[in-house]
């Protein structure tokens, strides 16, 4: 069985506990304004361009057979609309600046990637984490890798943003040891506005996971603009006391990384504009939880 995968990133420490393997997988059913892998939401391949290390030597421009690179100004742009992922200027750029985003993977070959580093994992409590894009969007492929990596012994982590069928989190619970669950925006307008759906499913899979015993870790992105404010702070404090036993909470501030990754696969970055955050606003966000008795982190 083959995923759509665009990176096995190995040595991660922000993924879950101890060293960890995250395998990021292609295809996402949101496409939050503020994420920092844009190049994750498509459900395909794409070709990502490197503007600032081009070389201009424009052998791209020479080997396209539909004429995708085009030069003015002396500049190189990338006519997205025309690109068929040929291939063939990613085999001829000298500076690596051009490459395809996106592969189908082998989930033995995923696995067996992994499992080189399982002494660092058993040493320090790390594992496989899957992520993305979003997981569940790819279900059959997300679940024989959880079922290989439990065969194996490692210990089995889950990335998901929450929305998707609750069978298929059913499916799945007992094979995965922790969910990083992300809570994006309280106001139900508001997260359709900015993610593209609603969050009536999403609370009602984090409300079934934790009600059939899942270790939850809620990650919560604070972008200033869009759900720094008292409405989802609040939300937030609800969620904490209406789930007691969730492993802690992680607030995890805006940065502008998707910004560059955005244009170099051709989307449009909104948040270009948007301030960063500063110790300010941590300090803030940190003494607004500070009375709760779970465990809330800065991320």
Known sequence: MTGLTFDIHRFSLNDGPGIRTTVFLKGCYLNCEWCHNPESQSFKPQLSFNSEKCLHCFECVKACPNNAHKIKDEKHFVDWNSCDLAG??????????????????????????????????????????????????????????????????????????GYGEKSHYEEILSYVELFLFDYKLTDEKLHKEFTGVTNNEILA????????????????????GINDNEDHLKGIKEIIRKYPALKSVEI???????????????????????????????????????????NVILN
């Open 88 to 161: 063939k200027c990613v085999e001829v750029c000298p500076s690596g600046v051009l490459k395809i985003i996106g592969a189908n993977t082998d989930f033995e070959f995923i696995i067996s990637e992994v499992m080189k580093d399982k002494k660092y994992y058993d040493k320090t409590g790390g594992g496989i984490t899957i992520s993305g894009g979003e997981p569940i969007a790819q279900f059959e492929f997300t679940k024989e890798l959880l079922v290989e990596a439990k065969k194996n012994g490692l210990h089995t982590v889950l990335d998901t943003c």
């Open 205 to 224: 899979n984090l409300d079934f996971l934790y009600n059939n015993g899942a270790s939850i870790v809620l990650r919560c992105p604070l972008i200033p």
């Open 252 to 294: 995890m501030p805006y940065h502008n990384m998707g910004r560059d990754k955005a244009s170099r696969v051709g989307m449009e970055y909104k948040l270009s504009e948007t301030k960063k955050v500063d110790d300010s606003d941590k300090q803030r966000w940190m003494s607004y939880f500070s009375e709760e008795q779970l």
